[in-house]
């Protein structure tokens, strides 16, 4: 693990791009988060960087001369290092580069995003132990917390075809899912529309080296292959789930779709929001191979996390929506290392390309719940919203914004852009 903070972090850095040294916005110079964009009309993706409200498009800049994400994610730390020094150098003031920076900067809002990168493989794990224990108390008051969560990260491996990039207006929209359901009085199950509808609050982490099979990662190696996080919403169909997860777990209630940001924020630009991993003292301890101390002191990192809901009413009536939940990653149980370190224990290669979800981010109180499933107590208490809506799960037609941010004192906080998602009807059969 190398965390370097450099002069590409200083908060006096500003950049001839006025945009991006508004205090606002999610993208200033100490940012410079990567993603795949192209011209509408246009066959092929470019890749690019965001800069304020523009992106500059890397091989026009002349700061790359690949076209395909996954070259440039395979780059190996010191290199991932020394392309960002480039950029920061060519978009700060004063550059003797402007001219032809700025010859390759598109208005964001023209251009069209898409996934980060072609993803491969996607394993989703379960690494917020207050997520965990809350929806254990909901089907088991008296075990909530299963007796391995304290020793491994716990995960499983999802569907990486149906996951689609938030996108301008709606974002990323999808149909209800439909699949087996059974009601507790019920004899046989039905198929039908989901009627328990969720989000899930996440981040997902994109794996850039690749790692050889049957060659475990260390935790010293685990951050060199990871190239950046983005916001990440695996929707659920907790009927379906309900139904389905015994004793393989997830299924259909899963892999129907999930929502990724269209940026990657690299950890070289997280270097200033690193933060001590520590677990409560009567807790076990990782077992050595998921333990070192460097993980100890900066494996944790400080994202602020938000839900924003706009019901359909809302959006007619131009309201932006009502913030549901607002938790920090901080208080995630499991790193970023150790799930890595542990996806390759036994022997299992990680590609350039492949998503890991962190699995539904909950803070400890209960408004900081990451689902509805725990906001609402498993659809007990609805929440009430403006205009005298309620809400226990999804109703078509609702939009789901997460976004994600993060500051410290002394440094520019910078953003992940939003995830935005949108509900729609099921297919009627």
Known sequence: MSVRIDETHGAALMSWLESANDPATDFPI???PFGRFRRPGEPGWRLGVAIGDQVLDLRFASVVDVSDMAQLMQLDGSSRHQLRWRISQGLRHGSVQQARFQAALLPAAEVEMGLPCEIGDYTDFYTSIHHATTVGKLFRPDNPLLPNYKWVPIG???????????????GHTFQRPRGQVKAAEADVPTLQASSRLDYELELGVFIGH????????????AEEHVFGLSLFNDWSARDLQAWEYQPLGPFLSKNFASTVSPWMVTLDALAPFRAAF????????PLAYLDSAVN?????????????????????????????????????????????????????????????????????????????????????QPLVLPQGETRSFLSDGDTVILRGYCQAEGFRRIGFGECRGTVLSARQE
């Open 296 to 380: 100890q002191k900066l494996g944790a990192i400080n994202i602020e996390l938000e839900v924003w809901l706009q019901t359909r009413m809302m959006r007619e009536v131009g309201h932006a929506g009502v913030q549901l939940t607002r938790c920090n990653y901080r208080d995630a149980y499991w790193t970023l290392a150790q799930l890595v370190v542990h996806h390759t224990v036994n022997g299992c290669n990680l590609r350039s390309g492949d998503l890991l979800g962190t699995g539904t981010l909950s803070g400890p109180l209960p408004e900081q719940g990451g689902s509805l499933l725990e906001l609402s107590r498993g659809g007990k």
């Open 156 to 170: 499983y491996h999802g569907r990486a075809s149906s996951i689609g990039v938030s996108a301008p207006g709606l």
């Open 30 to 32: 100490q940012n410079l």
């Open 210 to 221: 690749p790692s050889s099979q049957g060659e475990p990662v260390t935790m010293a190696q």
């Open 278 to 285: 520590t677990r409560p003292a009567s807790d076990p301890q």
